[in-house]
């Protein structure tokens, strides 16, 4: 059979970034294959709000299963996968390590293995995470070559997948890369992501009021940049001639303060914050209305450093322009969740 365009799998297809990077390569005229564990594929909820889910051919993806990969990969002949599905909380790695290493690392083993026994010709694009580094040394910006010091079994697992897919890119020859991705949000970010819990709390409060809600360490700081920006960055590290790890990253930092700050103020509010540690609250000065508290509850036993990431090398290998502001993101948002509660859409 003769293909008359370029076809793509994307493992993780319902998640924010797989429906991001759907939309993106079916502007490019690519056929997409979207990959979905068994009981998500009523989740599609990504898909529809781009207005794209009858464009993407659902496909279910087990990835503990090696055959049904080696199915999968037979049946679409995909000449890029972008394999971006796992399991993705750190807190919930605690609680469920063996899952955890089963999905991130066995399960990116068992594509690796898929495409070097099916589609050896294929190009692999592995999603990695800031959290292999664990700890920073000093206040420099993270690159390539800086020590990978996991410090929870996601981060572990994560490592060991981009390990995997370095074997098989110098033991067998396979295009296999990974992006080192560090934190990335927009209004397609599930609710259980502080980003995401921020705004959406933020248009309730501008819409039906209500109670304020809880948030942890206000000094808690990550670098957060735009996903629909991050998953150009995968399009340009598959477009190299030879396959390399790379960081995609914003290169700064913004504390939940200072996105909690500016998201109130995206939505026509004045914040201010009083009090201290867990007596710390946010409240909009215009109305005297609590915004946000600070709660124990959701402070981490052991929450991740502050990493930023270096983007010096693929900037310099690809056309990738970096992330837009995070004012910009932070805005479209708020945007974006005002308008859904606006429209009673409040279940997303």
């Given at each position: 059979?003769?293909?008359n365009?370029?076809?793509?799998?994307?493992t993780?297809?319902?998640?924010?970034?797989?429906?991001?990077?759907?939309?993106?390569?079916?502007?490019?005229g690519?056929?997409?294959?979207?990959?979905?564990?068994?009981?998500?594929?009523?989740?599609?909820?990504?898909?529809?709000?781009?207005?794209?889910?009858?464009?993407?051919?659902?496909?279910?993806c087990?990835?503990?299963?090696?055959?049904?990969?080696?199915?999968?990969?037979?049946?679409?002949?995909?000449?890029?996968?972008?394999?971006?599905?796992?399991?993705?909380?750190?807190?919930?790695?605690?609680?469920?390590?063996?899952?955890?290493?089963?999905?991130?690392?066995?399960?990116?083993?068992?594509?690796?293995?898929?495409?070097?026994?099916?589609?050896?010709?294929?190009?692999?694009?592995?999603?990695?995470?800031?959290?292999?580094?664990?700890?920073?040394?000093?206040?420099?910006?993270?690159?390539?070559?800086?020590?990978?010091?996991?410090?929870?079994?996601?981060g572990?697992?994560?490592?060991?997948?981009?390990?995997?897919?370095?074997?098989?890119?110098?033991r067998?020859?396979?295009?296999?890369?990974?992006?080192?991705?560090?934190?990335?949000?927009?209004?397609?970010?599930?609710?259980?992501?502080?980003?995401?819990?921020?705004?959406?709390?933020?248009?309730?409060?501008?819409?039906?009021?209500?109670?304020?809600?809880?948030?942890?360490?206000?000094?808690?700081?990550?670098?957060?940049?735009a996903?629909?920006?991050?998953?150009?960055?995968?399009?340009?590290?598959?477009?190299?001639?030879?396959?390399?790890?790379?960081?995609?990253?914003?290169?700064?930092?913004?504390?939940?303060?200072?996105?909690?700050?500016?998201?109130?103020?995206?939505?026509?509010?004045?914040?201010?914050?009083?009090?201290?540690?867990?007596?710390?609250?946010?409240?909009?000065k215009?109305?005297?209305?609590?915004?946000?508290?600070?709660?124990?509850?959701?402070?981490?036993?052991?929450?991740?450093?502050?990493?930023?990431?270096?983007?010096?090398?693929?900037?310099?290998?690809?056309?990738?322009?970096?992330?837009?502001?995070?004012?910009?993101?932070?805005?479209?948002?708020?945007?974006?969740?005002?308008?859904r509660?606006?429209?009673?859409?409040?279940?997303?």
């Amino acid at each position: 059979m003769i293909k008359n365009k370029k076809t793509a799998l994307i493992t993780g297809v319902t998640g924010q970034d797989g429906a991001h990077l759907s939309k993106e390569l079916l502007s490019r005229g690519w056929e997409v294959y979207g990959g979905y564990r068994r009981g998500s594929s009523s989740t599609t909820w990504r898909l529809d709000y781009l207005g794209i889910k009858n464009q993407v051919k659902l496909i279910e993806c087990q990835l503990n299963e090696a055959q049904n990969i080696i199915s999968v990969l037979q049946e679409t002949r995909p000449d890029v996968i972008f394999h971006l599905a796992s399991e993705s909380f750190v807190a919930d790695s605690f609680k469920y390590p063996g899952v955890t290493l089963d999905v991130n690392a066995h399960g990116t083993l068992n594509m690796l293995e898929g495409v070097r026994l099916v589609v050896p010709e294929s190009k692999i694009f592995c999603a990695s995470s800031s959290e292999i580094f664990g700890t920073a040394l000093g206040d420099e910006k993270l690159s390539e070559t800086s020590r990978f010091y996991p410090t929870n079994p996601y981060g572990i697992s994560k490592l060991a997948a981009a390990n995997f897919a370095r074997l098989y890119r110098e033991r067998y020859g396979v295009y296999s890369c990974s992006g080192i991705l560090f934190n990335h949000e927009g209004p397609l970010r599930g609710r259980s992501f502080v980003t995401r819990k921020i705004t959406y709390n933020i248009a309730r409060l501008c819409v039906e009021g209500g109670e304020p809600f809880e948030l942890g360490d206000l000094n808690s700081a990550r670098d957060w940049g735009a996903a629909e920006d991050y998953v150009i960055a995968m399009c340009d590290m598959m477009d190299l001639t030879s396959p390399e790890d790379l960081i995609i990253a914003s290169g700064r930092l913004t504390s939940i303060r200072e996105f909690l700050k500016k998201a109130a103020e995206s939505a026509g509010m004045s914040p201010v914050f009083e009090g201290t540690k867990e007596k710390e609250v946010c409240i909009d000065k215009n109305s005297g209305r609590v915004i946000a508290k600070v709660s124990e509850r959701y402070f981490r036993p052991q929450d991740t450093p502050p990493l930023v990431g270096n983007t010096d090398r693929i900037m310099s290998l690809t056309d990738w322009e970096g992330s837009r502001s995070i004012d910009k993101l932070i805005g479209e948002m708020v945007e974006a969740d005002l308008d859904r509660w606006k429209r009673g859409i409040t279940n997303v």
